[in-house]
């Protein structure tokens, strides 16, 4: 069963950058779909971006194309969200979801899209 831990979150001012890091200490990323998901306060959850198993296609939010990026690091058994020109509105909890596929019309951000959780790590923009 994995074990995400999401890491990387942080204060940032706007425009600037971060990187999020979702790895598991036993089981192997490239086999699943990994997504991630944000929540703001008081706002429903939103699809940011997954990406297929083995280096399958990717699929990012209209809110982040061109901003943000997912990858793979398989050497390290990690996803990473590169994350720049940062604004106030990407403040939120980001948490790594895997799953078997991220589906269409982000499916993966529903509740229950993917079948893996971690914890969230926080991410605020702000002057």
């Known amino acids: 069963q994995l074990q995400l831990v999401e890491s990387g979150g942080g204060l940032v001012q706007p425009g600037g950058s971060l990187r999020l890091s979702c790895t598991d200490s036993?089981?192997?990323?490239?086999?699943?779909?990994i997504a991630w998901i944000r929540q703001a306060p008081g706002k429903e959850r939103e699809g940011v971006s997954c990406?297929?198993?083995?280096?399958?296609?990717?699929d990012y939010a209209d809110s982040v194309k061109g901003r943000f990026t997912i990858a793979r690091d398989n050497a390290k058994n990690t996803v990473y969200l590169q994350m720049n020109s940062l604004k106030s509105e990407d403040t939120a909890v980001y948490y790594c979801?895997?799953?078997w596929g991220c589906g269409y019309d982000m499916y993966y951000a529903q509740p229950g899209g993917m079948d893996y959780y971690g914890k969230g790590t926080l991410v605020t923009v702000s002057s």
């Open positions: 036993e089981v192997t990323l490239d086999y699943y779909a």
């Open positions: 979801a895997a799953g």
């Open positions: 990406t297929l198993s083995g280096g399958g296609s990717t």
